[in-house]
């Protein structure tokens, strides 16, 4: 079972824009989860980070120039982010105000 989805609705802004630019995990940490997360020069939080990788929902598929980590949807990751672009289209405006606002 999954862990609850952190930050709702940050977490949907993150799975659409890794479509079209990966996620940049910056080294930091010796456990393998990087100190840092970017995405169009924006960072993500730790949470979410770590819920997609400790979820498979992204992948690692190399390295930059310099030496951050790029993380990509897998399989899964494109079916969540599918399944979750669905539960928000099916949202009231309330209910996207009170996930946004809340979680």
């Not at 993150?14 to 010796?30: F, K, Q």
């Not at 672009?85 to 009231?92: G, I, P, Q, T, V």
Request: charged letters at 20%; a neutral charge.
């Amino acid at each position: 079972m999954l862990p609850s989805i952190p930050h709702r609705a940050e977490t949907l802004q993150v799975l659409r824009l890794i479509v079209s630019e990966p996620i940049l995990m910056l080294a930091g940490d010796d456990d393998g989860c990087g100190s840092r997360w970017t995405i169009g020069g924006q960072q993500i939080q730790p949470a979410i980070a770590r819920y997609l990788m400790e979820s498979g929902f992204v992948v690692d598929i190399g390295k930059t120039e310099l030496g951050a980590r790029k993380l990509a949807l897998t399989e899964t990751g494109i079916q969540f982010r599918e399944t979750g672009l669905h539960w928000w289209s099916e949202l009231n405006l309330v209910q996207k105000i009170r996930i946004t606002l809340l979680g």
